[in-house]
């Protein structure tokens, strides 16, 4: 029996983050009460006619840059044809065979390894409203509205993605693209991101495709790589077991974790695609091209591997850095301003993200300015205030937005320096802690860490813990010296 | 090229138009006759020819993305030939 | 004189001066209407009363001195598929008893804002799809000069309500003459302007890329009063285009010496009415009295224009018609078992013979197979009659043609030969196609005293030019001073 490969194409419906909808006003609101975000033209009442939102074709363009597409100078809307109850024309205004960009490709990185995924074409086009089904067989299924006409940016891969893992990383790689851009949340919980595969298998090495299977109804990434490692596998069974794979499209379930061929009968697909006549065609011309070009961010894997190499910065680091654009500029920010690459990483790793995690806020509502971050560092490293007490400061700071020489300096909190200050502690622990003194002096050098710590406890962890340690070495070892 | 009876009957399917068996063989015939004198615009040759879609040479007509007042529910739901809590009722879709 | 015999221009006029009231021109149209429209049947509703109460405060405005607007007073009837907030709107279709709508043509609004009053909607062929106003769901409109005979289509109501004196304006649409042949079987004035000139926003679709608003008055005068008003931008249509307004009003009376007219031999061929070829003949002598030259010019595919038209027009109402399907509003079938059987009864029980032939068409020349042989083929054909225009038009400011191949043809006589009245378009479909102006005046009377409309037809954005001419001609002449016996 041959070995067989799988071979999988995404076709990924992004919700651009406009404030009103493609073709009118209304809101993009989610979760709105049902049809309340609607007007005569969403809701396609005779005579009405659609406009498009100049925004929703700045963000496309900008996606088709960022993926290196060609932009087509030339391209138009058409009107996709078919009958369903979410759809109020009875036709979607899609695009056909202009769409806005042409080709391109998305880096992305994979057990470690970089690869290029291919893009076919990305095109703009409308949402439709959503059904909400009866719960009784029989009863009537209910439309909302509210999401139809809701700018959609459809983006579609070649086949030229090799396993369920990679489907994975293409789908992280394609979100993280576009919440740098800030065209879209890229939020699958909320529909702001739904994502149909195509999966064939064919013998390793035949150049041939299969015969390919459509899977829908997917609602997250890890549905995603689910179902196409059952799909695949699905595909393999039949074919060792003597069967031909038929062409059709099958449903995602997640209670059973298994895909199913649609239930209702699969109509010819006969769209009869025209030019959609009350929208004229859309000249992208080089100058707005340009303009669209230079305000583009860099590419979240460009990034890592400039951060790594500019910052001297661990791998790791770097990955939860360029994990959103908005953390990565914020640490960029820090460095731009002074602070230390590798303290600030430190910083903004640690305490920053468990506290934002902690009170689920996001960098935006941070009150904690990249200034502080370097004035913060500096008292640390400067031995002005102690690594604990570092944390106090950074707490209050981040709920008061206080500068932290300020808190310092209100709170008493500046680090203990007092040669005769800490002499006078150092005597008082030794005095009371007479175990771990004798621990120290029979030769357990680790003792010492208990009487620094009680000293640090005294001073609430405002003592200089190098300080104290050298104070403490000195007398423990001169008493015994005297013995 | 006639209209054959089956093609009338895959249009009206398409059409989602239910036809009696009166209508589908009125249609075939009518249907037959204007798609035979439609047939004369093979005559020309249109090979070089770019196809008109818009008569005006429009491009680019955009409106700002600005947020404007949505309708009110109850003017367009009572328009509905059914309708409940706030949706249009259809019958039971089946996926 | 009589107050249902006024002009809009002379009507507004008398108002402002305070020589008649809105409220006396209303009443007499509302009398005319309820004297003549049981037997016309222009009209499928009348706003009696709010059209009262419009009328008498117009007249209060007036009184207190407010600056009169260009058309105060002045009570206009529209065609059943424009919307108006509140009011139904129907397309003459079941499918759509019972639609109100929610919001209100560009048009409309322009029309209240310039003072108009409302005084009803009227019939037309169901989805202006029809050339004598016998499709529609509410029963015939009649021709004002022969009952027996149609009024043309598919702005018949409209038309029909205008020759009448049931009104003294009125608005239409026209996507392949169905402003102009009525207007010429009726023997009133009627204008298809330039594909982008009016806005279509509020206008129920037929053919999107067709489909144009324009006014039915009995003077061109008036013609140009309503232009200038419901005409300019929109930014709620995205064909709608931007220009610098135009005082269309004022630039009438002047001369039309030194203009070229040209007339397409190409119009003048077979099966035509000798009676409307000489009349014809006849305009054009007078246009040359005048001082015009008239010349010879070629529209050489004007052949294959009905049937571009009925590809292209049928294509795109094919998707515009899909959304009458019993979810949102309108007509739905009763008792569904399922969703598609809902679908299809209401289409099939909402929609009447020729709106279901035309949708079949136009989803048969659209389906997988025959897109290149027939709408691709329609689209490249449409450029080069397109092009027809724009080489006469080097040679001439104005063509000449009649309007209709013959006079008001007799109520059922087309009715079972759908292509025989197609080609009763046959004049006028190519100025759709081609997006040019295009106006149809009256010209003369056959021998049964049956109205001959001539038509002219301009550049695009000429109706400077095409009313010039119109008026010029209109002024020679006093066919459109002739009045019905109904
Ligand atoms: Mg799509
Ligand atoms: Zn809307």
Known sequence: MPDYEAVIGLEVHVQLKTRSKIFCGCPTTFGAEPNTSVCPVCLGLPGSLPVLNETALRYSILTGIMLGSTISSFSKFDRKNYFYPDLPKNYQISQYDLPLCVGGELEIEFEGKRKRIGITRVHLEEDAGKLVHAEVEGEDSGVDFNRTGVPLLEIVSEPEISSPEEAFAYLKGLKLTLQYLGVSDCDMEKGSLRCDANVSVRPRGEKLLGVKVEVKNMNSFRAVQKALAYEIERQNRAIAEGQRIVQETRLWEAESEMTHPMRSKEEAHDYRYFPEPDLVPVMVDHALQEVLRASLPEAPLKRRDRLVAQYALPEYDVEVLTSERELADYFEACVTAGAEPKAASNLIMGEMLRLLKERALTLEGCKITPKHIVEILALVSSGAITGTTGKEVFAEMFETGKRPGEIVHSGGLAQISDQAELDRLADEVIAKNTKSVEDYRSGKAKAIGFLVGQVMKATKGKANPQMVNEILKKKLEKDSSKR | MAITRKDVEYVARLARIQLSEEEKEQFTAQLTRIVEYVAKLKELDTENVEPTAHVLPLRNVMRPDEVRPSIDRDSVLKLAPKAAEGFYKVPQVIE | ?486
């Open chain 3, 1 to 486: 004189m009589d107050l249902i015999d006024l002009t809009v221009s002379e009507a507004a006029q008398l108002i402002r001066k305070r020589e008649t009231s809105s409220h006396d021109l209303v009443r007499a149209c509302l009398d005319r209407i309820r004297a003549v429209d049981a037997t016309v049947g222009a009209f499928v509703d009348v706003y009696e009363k709010d059209a009262l109460s419009e009328a008498h405060a117009a007249d209060n405005r007036i009184a207190e001195g407010g600056a009169a607007r260009a058309l105060e007073g002045v009570p206009v009837a529209v065609k059943d598929n424009l919307c108006v907030t509140g009011r139904p709107v129907t397309c003459s279709s079941k499918i759509l008893k019972g639609f109100i709508a929610p919001y209100t043509a560009t048009v409309i609004e322009r029309l209240r804002e310039a003072g108009a009053i409302l005084i009803g909607r009227t019939n037309m062929d169901e989805f202006a799809m029809g050339s004598s106003t016998e499709t529609s769901c509410y029963g015939l409109t009649r021709n004002p000069w022969d009952t027996g005979r149609v009024p043309g289509g598919s702005s018949g109501g409209s038309v029909a309500a205008v020759a009448a004196r049931e009104a003294p304006a009125s608005l239409g649409s026209d996507t392949g003459g169905s402003i102009r042949q009525p207007a010429a079987l009726c023997g009133v004035a009627g204008l298809k302007p330039t594909y982008g000139y009016v806005s279509r926003y509020g206008l129920v679709a037929f053919a999107s890329s067709l489909d144009q608003i324009g006014p039915i008055a009995r003077s061109v005068r008036d013609i140009a009063v309503l232009l200038e008003i419901i005409g300019g931008h929109d930014p709620r249509d995205s064909t709608s285009v931007k220009r610098p307004a135009e005082n269309l009003v004022s630039s009438l009376g002047g001369k039309i010496e030194n203009l070229r007219i040209g007339v397409p031999k190409e119009y003048f061929v077979e099966g035509m009415d000798p009676e409307v070829k000489e009349a014809i003949r006849a305009a054009l002598e007078k246009m040359q009295s005048a001082g015009a030259t008239i010349v010879d010019v070629s529209l050489p595919h004007t052949e294959y224009a009905v049937a571009t038209y009925y590809v292209i027009a049928t294509a795109e109402a094919s998707s515009n018609l899909a959304r009458y399907d019993g979810v949102q509003y309108g007509y739905r079938a009763p008792h569904p078992t399922d969703l598609l059987d809902m679908y299809q009864r209401t289409k099939s029980e909402g929609f009447g013979a020729e709106v279901k032939r035309r949708i079949m068409l136009g989803t048969y020349v659209l389906s997988s197979g025959y897109y290149d042989a027939y709408y691709l083929k329609a689209q490249k054909v449409r450029t080069l009659l397109k092009k027809d225009f724009e080489d006469a038009f080097k040679l001439c400011d104005v063509i000449a043609t009649p309007a209709s191949p013959t006079a008001a043809f007799k109520v059922g006589e087309k009715v079972a030969d759908p292509l025989q009245m197609y080609l009763s378009d046959i004049f006028t479909i190519s100025v759709n196609l081609a997006g040019v102006p295009a106006i149809s005046v009256p010209c003369g009377f056959t021998s049964n005293t049956l109205p001959i409309g001539l038509q002219l037809i301009g550049r695009h954005f000429g109706e400077g030019t095409l009313l010039k001419v119109a008026h010029a001609y209109e002024s020679m002449t006093d066919w459109h001073k002739k009045q019905p016996k109904v």
